[in-house]
């Protein structure tokens, strides 16, 4: 069956940087568009970037110029570059694949 593993997140100052990955399994991974979600507490589950099959990518507003969404096939993985992390990025990161999810990875960003 399909399974999503992410990976890289943590405790961050503000201004800082991270790096998730998603490791994809048990599916065709390059036939599938890639997304992460996030979900901060007390609020619903939101877009935070994609990038699809053929690589076109789309970000949310309040992430772009911030964030980097790519993939790699052959590592069956899909990375996201976070920079200039504010204290609003703080939240659980989620992957996605068509309508599977992994089961998150935390990112909190303070001082």
């Known amino acids: 069956q399909a399974q999503l593993v992410e990976s890289g997140g943590g405790l961050v100052q503000p201004g800082g940087s991270l790096r998730l990955s998603c490791a994809g399994s048990?599916?065709?991974?390059?036939?599938?568009?890639m997304s992460w979600y996030r979900q901060a507490p007390g609020k619903e589950r939101e877009f935070v970037a994609s990038?699809?099959?053929?690589?076109?990518?789309n970000y949310a507003d309040s992430v772009k110029g911030r964030f980097t969404i790519s993939r790699d096939n052959t590592k069956k993985t899909v990375n996201l570059q976070m920079n200039s992390l504010k204290p609003e990025d703080t939240a659980v990161y989620y992957c996605k694949a068509f309508v599977w999810w992994g089961q998150g990875t935390q990112v909190t960003v303070s001082s």
């Open positions: 990038i699809s099959a053929g690589r076109i990518t």
């Open positions: 048990g599916f065709t991974f390059s036939n599938h568009g």
